[in-house]
């Protein structure tokens, strides 16, 4: 059995670590089976010498959080144990320090994870950027604070943001209303972050000058567009031609992203994904940068990183069974 004893610098330090009713103490406690307690302002971790260890970096990179004024939540928590059992806790730091816009109702809204720091920093210096991962992992909605942040600092005019209605393909006669009424269902989740970011009024007002635009991406042929932010969303439902369509249109002073999933295609068996084959033919162009995010960097709820990696798990076994 291995002890080690240190000292907190103050209790309010100590209860963020320790979260309320010990919550956060619990989970490092049981990922590492060890048992912490504390006296005061000393805390105490005793168990086998590699759990010990690992307890003490994931409450020291708790600690780091705490001083930069980030919340130790559930997923805070869930994530410093993964980097810890990878032995990456010291990146831990750099994904704290950068706000990259404040919402509406001035929450500032950060990277809650490395790899979400890495994907802001691609945006910041490319003029197209992939990010391809599952869903809950900030691909969009970073992108679309991005965008926000842009728009609000004048280095660009307009905000485009785009989908593919692919679910809509045989639906969208059935909906009621012109073609923007059937295809706004599925543009829903790019207005509820813009929502979020501009507030209702700020954000049809832009939306009523043109310099928002929220549209399918059939609306984007023929067009060259100059001094915007394009977000391409849903990229994984593009065919080979709609994506190099899309490409296409970027014009001086712009920047794209495209975000995508590709274990979620429901584009139809006999087309191929236009996100797949740009991500393989674009991969060695100057300027352009891609992102794999992983099933750490989701930061919904924690059943959703659980749900990811188990179908990930389940995909592997079954290619691995195929003759």
């Known amino acids: 059995m291995a002890e080690i004893t240190f000292n907190m610098e103050s209790m309010e330090q100590l ?51 705490y001083f930069k004024g980030e919340a130790l939540n559930e997923q805070a928590v869930r994530y410093v144990i993964s980097m810890v059992n990878d032995g990456t806790e010291q990146e831990v730091e750099t994904m704290s320090s950068d706000c ?6 001035g929450k500032p809204i950060k990277p809650k994870t490395v790899g979400q720091k890495k994907y802001c ?15 809950g992992t900030g691909k969009t ?20 943001l785009t ?36 507030g209702q009024e700020a954000f049809n007002r832009h939306l009523e000058r043109g310099s928002i635009e929220v549209a399918p991406l059939a609306y984007m042929r023929g067009r ?11 990229a994984q439902n593009t065919t080979r031609e709609q994506m190099k369509m899309f490409l296409t249109r970027l014009g001086f002073n712009s ?11 429901d584009l139809p068996e006999a087309k191929k994904s236009g996100l797949i084959e740009a991500l393989r033919v674009l991969k060695n162009v100057d300027d352009i940068a891609q992102n794999r995010f992983s099933e750490k960097d989701v930061v919904r709820h924690r059943l959703v990183q659980d749900i990811v990696k188990a179908y990930e798990n389940a995909a592997e076994h079954d290619n691995r069974r195929k003759p």
């Open 15 to 65: 209860h963020a670590v320790f979260g309320d009713f010990d919550c956060n103490i619990n989970m490092i406690q049981k990922a590492f089976d060890v048992t912490i307690f504390s006296r005061g302002s000393d805390v105490k971790i005793t168990g086998e010498d590699k759990g010990v260890q690992c307890a003490e970096k994931a409450m020291q990179s708790l600690s780091k959080l």
């Open 100 to 105: 990259v816009c404040v919402s509406y109702s």
């Open 121 to 135: 920093d691609m945006i910041r210096k490319n003029t197209i950027t992939f990010g391809v991962g599952p869903a």
């Open 141 to 160: 909605y970073l992108a679309v604070a991005l965008a926000v942040s842009a728009f609000k600092a004048h280095e660009i005019q307009r905000i485009i």
């Open 163 to 198: 989908r593919p209605a692919v679910e809509a393909g045989e639906k969208l006669g059935f909906l009621p209303g012109d073609l923007q009424n059937k295809v706004d269902p599925y543009l829903r989740p790019l207005y509820d972050a813009l929502f979020e970011m501009f």
């Open 224 to 234: 060259t567009l100059d001094d915007s932010f394009i977000i391409l969303d849903e």
């Open 255 to 265: 920047k794209m992203v495209i975000t995508g999933d590709i274990t979620q295609i």
